[in-house]
């Protein structure tokens, strides 16, 4: 058995696989760390190895308390990916979006596939039908759009997402809460309408911790799936271990 972890800007995702079998999944705040890794081991003495993908400020040695009980496995881009990685700067693209390119790569074999992953920052990445990564774009997530809008301003609130009752706001929460949801959604729905028309066929996925809000949202057909990451952050290790 397997314990795969997301090391998010805000949360902890993780999940427990025997093979490719999702047997549980956990959400948690950093600083529940520690007790709930060491709750997960218990419940799942079988577990022999933890893999963690991690783009936030957690020290590693947090994890790697936990030598004598599991492998710990930090996914690096000394990794082997199964595909080329054609990013100018390969170094600097997140350990995150490497990992979902990997799952994206092994779940749909030979086709163009784009991940949107909708969480602190949205990202997407593109991956074309000869497993050769492209690219993508970053930009702000819902919680960011609504925490600049207050931090850069003297007179907005700080507001919490709540669904627009109309794209045309009537007061000034409306209108925040229509500009962020519906400017976010038409920004998804631009970049897939935009790879859509340059690609003949492309498989879209959605992901992060805003996915099933935004999924039901979108006029284009996606996957959603919150938990994609920690189902690639095993299936990239699982291809790790047959080709290394």
Wanted: proline share 3%; net charge negative.
């Amino acid at each position: 058995m397997i314990v795969t972890v997301d090391v998010g800007n805000t949360r902890i995702k993780a999940a427990v696989f025997e093979g490719s079998a999702n047997l549980a999944h956990f959400v948690f705040d950093k600083v529940e760390l520690a007790q709930n890794v060491k709750k997960i081991l218990e419940d799942f003495p079988l577990v022999d190895c933890m893999v963690i993908s991690s783009v936030g400020d957690i020290d590693k040695k947090s994890f790697l308390v936990f030598e004598s009980k599991v492998k710990v496995h930090f996914v690096s881009h000394g990794d082997v990916f199964p595909f080329e990685n054609n990013y100018g700067t390969p170094k600097t693209l997140g350990i995150d979006r490497m990992v979902l390119a990997a799952g994206a790569t092994l779940s749909y074999p030979n086709q163009n596939r784009l991940v949107i992953d909708a969480g602190t920052c949205v990202t997407y990445d593109f991956i074309d039908a000869n497993d050769v990564y492209q690219g993508g774009a970053i930009s702000p997530g819902i919680r960011l759009r609504y925490e600049s809008m207050h931090n850069f301003t003297v007179k907005l609130p700080l507001l919490t997402l709540e669904s627009p009752e109309s794209h045309v706001g009537k007061s000034t929460a409306q209108s925040m809460h229509s500009g962020v949801v519906n400017g976010l959604v038409y920004e998804i729905d631009g970049f897939i309408d935009k790879y859509k028309a340059n690609c003949s066929k492309i498989i879209i996925i959605l992901t992060g911790g805003d996915a099933e809000f935004l999924a039901k949202r979108l006029k284009n057909t996606i996957f959603a799936n919150s938990n994609f990451l920690l189902e690639s952050l095993n299936q990239t290790y699982q291809y790790k271990i047959n080709n290394d």
